[in-house]
């Protein structure tokens, strides 16, 4: 039930209440400048078909409205970057997509037997996979790269996915939710006579929707636009995804300014809009997963 | 989309997973790294040798080149990565010292120490003759040998592009064609600040510098110097194998108080490091008149179509002194193409093969036609003048730079004599070269950060007192050099105005 | 209050693990539920022994080496490499950087996002449209997010700031943002504090959480709206708030490498060099993988040490309700 | 001082299909210090009314007149009243003290050491003076039952207005808070507001119960009234525990009487109902279903087979089945019948009630026919409640 | 079939500061086919027991033994016990039909027309049928408590476990399944262990009823025997509602007496006290406290004041304070008293318990001295208890 003083505005018809939405707006309105405006740009200087450059004073707003660029990069018509961008577009998805799977499936598993189940080792091995959250990724670079070329990683698909899959967030998440789950349904299948993962498969995860959303986005958008990984671990530009190919558009003696703005409205408006028409669910899974006030 | 036709060339980057195509008839299939060029034809230029090599002499060979193309930024991340994971690429472009520290080290320490190899083990010296004296005999002066081919040249201290049109609007008269020295310079730019021309305000004048704390920065103090009749940078090496710096004895500190020490109206100023961390990459762009200090662009080519005059014209010189010899042939960094030893997974025999056929005057030649930059090969430039270039070549200017660049190279001999008569406990090398070079790459490129530390020091000061500035960045840099297990360093070159500074014409 | 989450999954662990010990085989309780356990986190921990387990490792022991790009690893010299680091001013440059990153960056962004999951509550026309632009930044690649920002705003020559501020008036000269070591650690951190769409998000959903009773409590208890924010609704994000502090802390870091990365490079004059850009520099720049290793390890136990500290409170406040 | 008048007051949400009327031209009139009790099945919006009364809520139309003043434009801090939530709603970060006194602090420029006096005075009130210092999640039910309740007393209100305020005690602790809560109210005079869905409270707590039903009143009245003589069917069936036993009946004959039994009418009764249509619903509490020895001699005495026995210690309820409906009859504590058992019971006309089927307007009452003036106030609010 | 033993089961939780013994060696043995309910206050350790039994928790030390056969090694479902859960704990992705055949599926080879079969039978019995392809969130909380009945019913299981099924349901429902779910258990004939801390379904639904406090057994027997002859104070104060009121009074001159009254004991009661110390706890029912014409004639009697009357249709309740105790009187329904007039009561001889003031254990029940069995084994237990 919301009444009206579960707000914190006075009532919208009164002349207090007007001033103090005006003054909202206002607010959100010089905010949302600085942090859509500079995208705003971005895609303004997208569509200026005959390219841009950094002229004093800037010009923001395009003569004429061109998707050339766009054209050009999905087509791999540029200077810098010969290869179309579909392709790159293309890999993103599969590592995004393979990365989300595998971690929805492992870090669900870790996190139920983190939450439920009591195994030596237990705390310690909960707490390493907690650490990997702080590990400057710099460092991993060369021996990552010697390890996995022992086992023909580099420069595959599978080898970009991998270091994708090791972050502690997954589990952490999971494991929140999870304890906030009632256990007596896990109780009941017990009963019911289901096996450990049984109860996991059957009970748990049917209810962990909300969770799976939540961790299935954070993770998608993460490895989407992840880029060190591919950088290191696609030896060959084919295996790019997104925004190490948007490395190219800034050459040794130039930048292509306005098909380097396309290319990033191609690799963050997805993201936008998934982050938007998704974000319902993974609000839940956030209310859900314990971290509410 | 202009050249769009050899894209396909040299298998660039089709090949996707690698190296499946020609395993089956005993094909030996090399990885080529390199960023791709800023400009379109230079790419097809590269890609169309890397097709012609593969067809021809890689074939009969069994060789074949696949070019695999890094974002410039991230190259040296992806090349050193492989290097230290023992899967270096075949071949790659290289600012060479970035892969290894030379500084007093012998050519045999090199080469049992550094990744790459020595090229000259595996070219003849036919095919060397063909480079000009001045790119190689650097490489021996700092190697004791040819690590590898030198595919770009370029003019230092830089191009000077102006706006011929703001030029008149500012009612300066005839556009300088000789000599101007710096205070002319700034009157102009004062001048030309604020008036209309091709539809838009001239504000202030542009330089183009990147990269705060590169170890490129190293050259950069270095190379202005030279508009003041210094030949030798920052330095040099002595008969005994100490190395002196010059830096702070150098005539060049009253260049910089001249060229920089004023800050120009609204802020422009011509001090490098006041600019963005990204270069500016077009002269037009930040002022009417522009100056590109290194000359990977020996053309100008425009962002957007330059529908007004432009041409280039001389740097300006301390005291307009036309004596002074402006401009030096050769990239301030050294950029080559070299190739990996075994043990970190290259394959130098075959990289060799390539590197051979890629630089030959002949390709060189043609790269040149298509990409219309200057390249530090006599051979192509005796073919250009005998065969003529292309009507790229003519639209963009590509030959007048050629022919200065030509220019300087042939000046390289008497500027050598020079030097040593100027500096006369100079070591030469065996053939006579002096050699000039200073450890840059000594304590991991950390000279890169003192240089780099004092001009930025000098930016946010305002460049005053350059002098001191320069002293300590001169102190800072020997005290590394001292420290360094390898080198010595010559105590008494320590301090401003020591060594005597020595400058004039030559 | 009392029993914090760790001591609470203990016992209902241990309460599980009673489950668990009818054994058909010979095995005890807790080794059938140890291996039940294990068989779960397997997955997980192998691909975490696989992917980093040995990468870390080495990384770590090559922190103990002096290693560099062609010499890996190289000899064993102690503590050799964190005597360096101690020793090496860029490094506490850089761990003040860090500090200044998050203590200006984590409020801002608190303030940012609370204030604005506040106002969206409130159904104002329009919401939809503020909550995309506000997503907009973490949606994307930090490193877009940065590119964009040193060409809209900070640049000198199509800086779209200067030219507002001149056009305004209120600079007579362009500010070197990013190249004036005044100006380029602020400037850095301007450009960050505007990703706080996530934690926007996580504040609505725990503004939803809040009963609506107590709001309207304090309406009858006469509390005007900056009451109820103050005393009310703020203090009882609180737990909500230590989650974002703490995910934010590891963030900063690495949102902190891509501004570096783009921005500055670390300049001017080191004044904007993060430890995380730092282990970039002196591995891939000066081939110091050995110093490299050091940084990065010091770095992760500041982070860790600081979150630990943090973490304590958070979970020992976790839930007002139930 | 505390007089209240709902005067027409209507509460509708929504839109098109979601539209609700969920409080439906409520009149009502509340004197200085009465204790009323709003009491109806859930949704019948007892909340709504209670929300408006406190400003949280809005009406559509009609007028809250607080002392003779209208009040409907008021804040809800404008209002004076004090408001206890059936969540308590107590501030989960402050301590007791900080609860109870936080109104005061925000709406008056009281000096501390009053607020500290009153507070003091309202915790000794409430028993809760060793709790001042801890928060909420420190308490258990009942207590933080007793600081939501200092805390609506410190503010010193002319009207308490509660919205369940036990429901979510067990029930021990409910019984002992109900008689807590009727002593304090006795005490301080204040006019309250009480809605609860629990008929016990209902019947137990204040001077006069108002039954909602759908939004409407169906009747209004002390406890005794409205259980003895309920309006109509919906009230008969809401109030009392165990419910009115109902049987669809027939007149004829002078009886009323369905296939298993027939209730002998005394002419006052049949003539009540003579005009009106032949069918009706019969009513009759548990506890008035004559058993043992007096249904033996009753004439109408019929004999039924007991299904549940259940003895609550100090009472005893059968359940069985007959007339077309499951019947409770509440028999002594000490009765020996068991499951199976058939027993002999009556229904004495002088205890039913009866109903007209349609309306559900209340004809009889307890054997004696229903005043006139029910009827006809009660006829429209069955008819609207039908629409 | 489901004759069910409990061997002195013991189980404690947590270690140093936060151990608990959670259920404290007990010891009942349960006959195929009973109804056996726990009950007692929250924490007391009922649904520990529960779970032990179903193989949810392991005890600690003691053994159950279903039919002569251990079953303390079992995994939950090789037990054949099917439970409901307070919060129902239906699959929620599941239809009713699903939930209720998953059990079966899981544990047997039962083709799907068998399983069907059986849903189909325990549906119609629950009166679910109309339901079966729902999810519980569109079943209301009764509906989803058939379903969940259904579910264990299907399982045709030897022993169901109740671990408070009814208590999240509203007042009414509760009493309608109550009654359904005692019919069911009445048909079904199978053994049930049924937790709860409602005393009303403590008192009717099962056959016996074991009451625990502390993870102690403080009485177990038929509901009767528990609030006629409690066994302790705790059972007696625990069993029955309202409560019984107790008085710490003093043995003396042949009376036990407070400040305000003094009961005359008859020789057997006075004999039976004399071996104890002299200070008791008096416990008598607030029914059978007289009031009225009989209080007048009796010789004990004396004078109250009453604080409020709670008449409750059925029955009145009044509410008064003496002997240091608050009281609670039931009176007749018809009653006239109002709050603040004086009444003439007396507590009867005849209904009296007493306890030892320490040991809380009973030495009179209901007048009559309690036989030697209770106290011996309840000595154990209150001292324990204690600790
Ligand atoms: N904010 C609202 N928006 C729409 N409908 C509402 C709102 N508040 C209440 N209602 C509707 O008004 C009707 C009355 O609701 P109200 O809360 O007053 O009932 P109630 O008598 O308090 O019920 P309960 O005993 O369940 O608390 C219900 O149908 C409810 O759904
Ligand atoms: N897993 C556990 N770990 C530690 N202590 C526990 C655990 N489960 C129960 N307990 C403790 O054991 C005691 C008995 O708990 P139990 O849940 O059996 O009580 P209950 O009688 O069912 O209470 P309620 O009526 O509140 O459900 C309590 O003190 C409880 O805190
Ligand atoms: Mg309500
Ligand atoms: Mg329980």
């Known amino acids: 039930m919301s009444g009206t003083h579960d707000t914190i505005f006075e009532e919208p018809d009164t002349t207090q209440g007007r001033l103090e939405r005006l003054g909202a707006h206002a607010y959100l309105i010089v905010i949302a400048l600085l942090t859509a405006g500079p995208y705003l740009i971005m895609v303004s200087i997208s569509l200026m078909g005959n390219g841009w450059n950094p002229v004093v004073p800037p010009k923001l707003i395009p003569e004429a409205v061109s998707l050339q660029n766009y054209i050009?990069?999905?087509?791999?018509?540029?200077?810098?970057?010969?290869?179309?961008?579909?392709?790159?577009?293309?890999?993103?998805?599969?590592?995004?997509?393979?990365?989300?799977?595998?971690?929805?499936?492992?870090?669900?598993?870790?996190?139920?037997?983190?939450?439920?189940?009591?195994?030596?080792?237990?705390?310690?091995?909960?707490?390493?996979?907690?650490?990997?959250?702080?590990?400057?990724?710099?460092?991993?670079?060369?021996?990552?790269?010697?390890?996995?070329?022992?086992?023909?990683?580099?420069?595959?698909?599978?080898?970009?996915?991998?270091?994708?899959?090791?972050?502690?967030?997954g589990v952490f998440l999971m494991r929140q939710f999870i304890k906030t789950l009632p256990s007596d349904l896990e109780d009941a299948a017990l009963i019911d006579g289901c096996s450990r993962f049984g109860v996991f498969w059957r009970v748990v995860i049917p209810m962990m929707k909300p969770a799976l959303v939540t961790l299935g986005i954070i993770t998608f958008i993460t490895v989407w636009n992840s880029f060190l990984w591919p950088l290191v671990l696609a030896r060959d530009s084919a295996l790019y995804n997104l925004p190490v190919a948007l490395g190219f558009f800034q050459g040794r003696t130039s930048t292509l300014w306005a098909p380097l703005m396309a290319a990033t409205a191609i690799t963050l408006v997805p993201m936008v809009i998934l982050f938007i028409s998704m974000q319902k669910y993974y609000v839940r899974g956030f209310t859900i997963g314990g971290i509410k006030g | 989309a202009g050249g769009g036709g050899s894209n396909d060339g040299g298998g660039s980057d089709s090949g996707g997973e690698g190296t499946t195509t020609g395993d089956s008839d005993d094909v030996t299939t090399i990885e080529l790294w390199r960023w791709p060029h800023s400009t379109e034809p230079s790419n097809a230029g590269e890609d169309e040798i890397v097709k012609l090599f593969n067809e021809g002499p890689g074939a009969e060979q069994g060789i074949r080149v696949k070019q695999v193309k890094n974002p410039f930024g991230d190259h040296q991340t992806k090349v050193k990565t492989a290097i230290g994971s023992k899967s270096a690429p075949d071949i790659a472009w290289t600012f060479t010292e970035q892969y290894y520290d030379t500084a007093g080290k012998d050519r045999s320490t090199i080469e049992s120490e550094a990744p790459y190899v020595y090229i000259d083990d595996y070219v003849s010296d036919d095919w060397l003759g063909d480079f000009y004296e001045k790119e190689l005999s650097d490489q021996r002066a700092q190697f004791g040998g040819i690590v590898g081919a030198p595919f770009v040249s370029g003019l230092q201290p830089g191009l000077m592009y102006l706006n011929v049109d703001a030029w008149e609007a500012a009612g300066l008269g005839e556009v300088p064609t000789d000599s101007w020295s710096y205070e002319e310079y700034l009157e102009a730019v004062e001048a030309m600040h604020g008036v209309e021309a091709n539809g838009s305000t001239v504000s202030g004048v542009g330089i183009g510098l990147k990269d705060a704390t590169s170890s490129e920065w190293s050259n950069f103090p270095g190379t202005i110097g030279v508009t003041a009749g210094s030949l030798i940078g920052n330095g040099y090496r002595r008969e005994d194998d100490s190395y002196a710096l010059t830096m702070a004895s150098d005539p060049e500190l009253e260049a910089w108080n001249e060229m920089f020490g004023k800050p120009l109206a609204n802020g422009w100023t011509n001090n490098p490091l006041s600019y963005d961390y990204l270069e500016t990459q077009e002269p037009f762009v930040g002022g009417q008149i522009g100056l590109l200090h290194h000359a990977t662009f020996s053309r100008v080519q425009f962002g957007q179509e330059a529908d007004f005059n432009w041409t280039i014209i001389p740097y300006p010189t301390k005291g307009g002194n036309e004596n002074y010899s402006v401009y030096s042939a050769g990239l301030g960094v050294l950029v080559t193409m070299t190739a990996f030893k075994e043990e970190v997974g290259g394959n130098p025999e075959a990289a060799a093969e390539f590197i051979k056929f890629r630089n030959n005057a002949r390709n060189q030649y043609r790269w040149f036609n298509t990409s219309s930059q200057a390249i530090p090969n006599k051979g192509a430039y005796e073919l250009m003048n005998s065969e003529g270039v292309s009507d790229f070549v003519e639209e963009t200017g590509g030959k007048d730079i050629m022919d200065r660049a030509d220019t300087a190279y042939s000046e390289y001999e008497s500027v050598r004599e020079a030097i040593k008569s100027r500096y006369p406990d100079i070591k030469t090398t065996e053939d006579g070269a002096p050699v000039t070079n200073v450890p840059t790459g000594i304590a991991s490129g950390r000279v890169g950060e003192a240089l780099g530390g004092m001009l930025q020091r000098l930016a946010q000061n305002g460049n005053s007192n350059p002098k001191e500035a320069y002293t300590q960045a001169e102190g800072q840099w020997a005290d590394l050099i001292v420290q360094a297990d390898d080198t010595e360093f010559a105590e008494e070159s320590r301090g401003y105005n020591k060594p005597e500074p020595k400058a004039g014409p030559i | 209050m009392t029993s914090d989450s760790e001591s609470e999954s203990a016992i209902y662990a241990s309460e599980r693990s009673d489950t668990r010990s009818f054994s058909l085989d010979s095995l005890s309780l807790s080794q059938q539920e140890s291996i039940e356990g294990w068989l779960f986190v397997l997955p997980k921990l192998a691909i975490l022994l696989f992917v980093i387990g040995f990468p870390m490792a080495f990384g770590i022991y090559l922190s103990f080496t002096e290693s560099t790009l062609l010499n890996l690893p190289g000899e064993f010299v102690g503590l050799e490499n964190y005597q360096w680091l101690v020793n090496y001013p860029v490094w506490w440059t850089s761990v003040k950087n860090v500090l200044i990153m998050s203590a200006v960056k984590i409020p801002t962004n608190i303030f940012f996002s609370f204030t604005a999951a506040l106002l969206l509550r409130e159904k104002l026309k329009g919401s939809n449209l503020y909550r995309i632009a506000f997503i907009v930044p973490v949606a994307g690649p930090p490193v877009i997010w940065a590119i964009v920002w040193r060409l809209m705003l900070f640049s000198n020559e199509g800086g779209i700031a200067n030219a507002i501020l001149l056009e305004l008036g209120a600079i007579s000269q362009y500010i070197p943002f990013l190249t004036n070591v005044t100006y380029a650690l602020p400037s850095v951190i301007m450009s960050q504090i505007w990703s706080f769409g996530l934690s926007m998000l996580i504040y609505m959903a725990a503004l939803s959480g809040l009963p609506s009773s107590v709001m309207e409590s304090a309406s009858m208890d006469g509390a005007n709206k900056y009451q109820k924010v103050r005393y009310i609704i703020w203090p009882l994000m609180k737990p909500t708030t230590l989650f974002l502090v703490v995910i934010q802390l590891i963030e900063v870091t690495k949102v902190g490498f891509a501004s570096v990365f783009v921005m500055t490079g670390g300049g001017p004059l080191n004044s904007t060099m993060v430890p995380s850009f730092l282990v970039y520099e002196l591995a891939f720049r000066y081939n110091e993988f050995g110093h490299a290793s050091a940084v990065a390890v010091g770095m992760f136990l500041i982070t860790a040490f600081i979150a630990l500290v943090l973490y304590k409170p958070l979970q020992s406040n976790a839930e007002y309700y139930q | 001082m505390g007089q209240l008048a709902l005067e027409h007051i209507t509460k509708e949400f929504g839109e098109g299909e979601n539209h609700v009327v969920a409080v439906d031209d409520l009149d009502i009139e509340i004197e200085d210090g009465e204790f009323l009790i709003l009491v109806g099945p859930s949704g019948c919006g007892k909340s709504t009314t209670l929300r408006m009364i406190a400003g949280l809520e809005q009406p559509t139309s009609g007028d809250i007149v607080l002392d003779g003043a209208p009040v409907t434009q008021r804040k809800p801090k404008d209002r004076n009243m004090a408001m206890v939530f059936q969540s308590y709603a107590l501030y989960p970060h402050m301590t007791a003290r900080e609860n109870m006194s936080f109104g005061l602090k925000m709406t008056t420029e009281m000096p501390a050491d009053e607020i500290d006096e009153r507070v003091r005075n309202a915790s000794e009130l409430m028993g809760i003076e060793g709790l001042l210092e801890k928060k909420p999640g420190e308490l258990s039910g009942g207590q933080q039952q007793r600081v939501a309740l200092g805390r609506a007393i410190v503010r010193d209100p002319e009207v308490f207005l509660m919205d369940e305020p036990l429901s979510n005690l067990d029930a021990k602790l409910r019984t002992t808070m109900r008689t807590e809560l009727q002593d304090l109210q006795q005490d301080l005079d204040v006019t309250t507001i009480y809605v609860t869905h629990d008929q016990t409270e209902a019947m137990t707590m204040g001077d006069r119960i108002a039954i909602l039903n759908d939004g409407e009143l169906q009747q209004i009245g002390t406890p005794a009234e409205c259980y003895q003589e309920p309006a109509n069917q919906f009230v008969a069936g809401f109030i009392g525990s165990p419910s009115m036993n109902f049987f669809d009946v027939a007149l004829g004959g002078g009886e009323l009487s369905t296939d298993d039994f027939a209730v002998t009418l005394p002419e006052s009764i049949e003539s009540a109902l003579a005009g009106h249509n032949s069918e009706f619903v019969l009513g009759i509490r548990p506890e008035e279903i004559l058993s043992g020895e007096e249904a033996v001699e009753h004439p109408d005495s019929f004999s039924v087979e007991v299904n549940v026995v259940e003895p609550l210690g100090d009472v005893t309820y059968l359940y069985t089945e007959f007339g077309g409906s499951e019947v409770t009859i509440s028999v002594d504590r000490n009765t020996e019948i068991k499951p199976g058992d058939q027993v002999t019971i009556a229904l004495p006309a002088a205890e039913i009630h009866v109903f007209d089927r349609e309306t559900g307007?209340?004809?009889?009452?307890?054997?004696?026919?229903?005043?006139?003036?029910?009827?006809?106030?009660?006829?429209?609010a069955s008819e609207t409640t039908e629409a």
């Open chain 1, 72 to 169: 050009d990069v999905w087509a791999g018509q540029t200077a810098l970057l010969d290869q179309p961008f579909s392709g790159f577009f293309i890999n993103s998805l599969i590592y995004a997509v393979g990365a989300t799977l595998t971690v929805l499936v492992v870090d669900t598993l870790a996190g139920y037997a983190f939450a439920r189940l009591e195994f030596a080792g237990r705390d310690i091995s909960f707490l390493a996979v907690i650490a990997t959250l702080m590990i400057s990724p710099m460092i991993l670079f060369v021996p990552l790269y010697t390890w996995f070329n022992q086992f023909g990683l580099v420069n595959t698909r599978i080898g970009v996915i991998l270091p994708h899959t090791f972050t502690g967030f």
């Open chain 4, 361 to 380: 307007n209340s004809i009889v009452t307890r054997g004696e026919p229903t005043d006139e003036e029910y009827p006809a106030e009660d006829l429209t």
